[in-house]
């Protein structure tokens, strides 16, 4: 889930819980509107911990980077051109 899905379902459940008055037989909409909430808190709690787990910096590395010169210019090939010559002395059909 992401951050704005959490934020999405926390404003649904407080929409539900305080704005809405409407009575179904066997559901409450208030403690619906609480559960979207807390699984909204939920949701966005565990969305910025992820983020925080991948935004973390990597520590430097103390050993120098040795590059060596391991790629070498290839030989020259051999390539065959080929020229294809036209004569424009005649007149087209």
Not at 9 to 37: K, R, S
Not at 67 to 89: I, K, S
């Amino acid at each position: 889930m992401t951050i704005a899905g959490s934020i999405i379902l926390i404003m649904l459940g407080a929409i539900l819980t305080w704005a809405v008055e409407f009575d179904l037989a066997g559901l409450d909409i208030n403690v619906v509107g609480v559960i979207l909430m807390l699984g909204g808190v939920a949701g966005l709690l565990f969305g910025i911990y992820r983020i925080s787990v991948t935004r973390r910096a990597v520590a430097p590395i103390d050993e120098p980077v040795v590059r060596h010169d391991v790629y070498e210019q290839p030989e020259a090939r051999r390539t065959t051109v080929y020229e294809e010559r036209r004569r424009y002395d005649e007149p087209p059909l």
